[in-house]
């Protein structure tokens, strides 16, 4: 009697990561070009989160993005990323710790790499005109 033993091999696991944030921008968006022609857009974005404390008190969480377009995405978009401007960016997230080099208190910062961003209001400066249609009622 012969027996044949195979191999059987775990399926490699996927892992698969996006986020997405609607926050405010913090500052205009600036783009600069690496050594090899590729446009890097960066921009902030702060995410506010309300809620009450222990206490019952009313509170306001902000937490800062640092964002990234690469390419012809973020080229195309630069002079419309302006601050206070409400926008949703989808894309993957990464943390970053360091330490503070006037305090030596340990700090970190979140960095997404923007796949996807959609404009949500119109530039401040246009939000207050009068003579232009609302976007959620005009056709």
């Known amino acids: 009697m012969v027996i ?6 775990e399926p490699r696991a996927m892992s698969y ?7 405010y921008i913090g500052a205009d968006a600036e783009i ?8 890097v857009t960066n921009f902030s974005v702060a995410v506010n989160k309300s809620f009450q404390n222990a206490q ?3 509170t306001q969480k902000t937490t800062w993005f640092n ?7 973020g080229e195309t978009l630069v002079n419309y990323l302006k601050t206070g401007r409400l926008v949703l960016v989808t894309g993957e997230v990464t943390a970053d ?3 503070d080099e006037k305090s030596g208190k340990p700090l970190g910062s979140l960095k997404l790499t ?17 003579d232009e249609p609302d976007p959620e009622t005009s056709e």
């Open 67 to 73: 964002v990234a377009l690469w390419g012809e995405h």
């Open 4 to 9: 044949v033993l195979l191999a059987h091999k």
């Open 32 to 39: 600069h070009y690496l050594e090899n022609g590729i446009a």
């Open 97 to 99: 710790a360091y330490l």
């Open 114 to 130: 923007g796949s996807r961003v959609q404009l949500l209001s119109r530039k401040p400066e246009e939000a207050s005109q009068d």
């Open 56 to 58: 019952g008190v009313k």
């Open 17 to 23: 990561q996006q986020v997405t944030i609607v926050g």
